[in-house]
């Protein structure tokens, strides 16, 4: 499966951002997905995640109450509504996927992942 995230941006504190990865290939309907963000000279950490069946969902403490995942799969798409955006939410951000038996499980760090978009920068000024 290949996977393609767009939606990044630059946009000022407080604003909102919809951020998809869309992936081509057989399957996908049954990969967990996460978005992944890393800023320079910082580790790459996941901060969303949701199981392929779409009812289990992962948020890191930073973005909880703010950033909302969600997926269609009859499209392949996987979204990350970003609202309430702060400076330090700037990063290079990242989609990744993984296939599971299971529908309700997901993933919660980058090592997990067998497969990774090219990336979409978000900027966010103060």
């Known amino acids: 499966v290949q996977l393609q995230a767009s939606g990044g941006g630059l946009v000022q504190a407080g604003g909102s951002l919809r951020l998809s990865c869309t992936a081509s290939?057989?399957?996908?309907?049954?990969?967990?997905v996460g978005w992944c963000r890393q800023a320079p000279g910082q580790a790459r950490e996941c901060v969303a995640a949701?199981?392929?069946?779409?009812?289990?969902?992962f948020y890191v403490d930073s973005v909880k109450g703010r950033f909302t995942i969600s997926r269609d799969n009859a499209k392949n798409t996987v979204y990350l509504q970003m609202n309430r955006l702060k400076p330090e939410d700037t990063a290079v951000y990242y989609c990744?996927?993984?296939?599971?038996?299971?529908?309700?499980?997901?993933?919660?760090?980058?090592?997990?992942?067998?497969?990774w978009g090219q990336g979409t920068q978000v900027t966010v000024s103060s």
């Open positions: 949701i199981s392929w069946g779409g009812t289990s969902t």
């Open positions: 290939g057989l399957g996908f309907s049954k990969y967990a």
């Open positions: 990744a996927g993984r296939q599971d038996y299971s529908s309700t499980y997901y993933y919660t760090t980058p090592y997990e992942y067998d497969y």
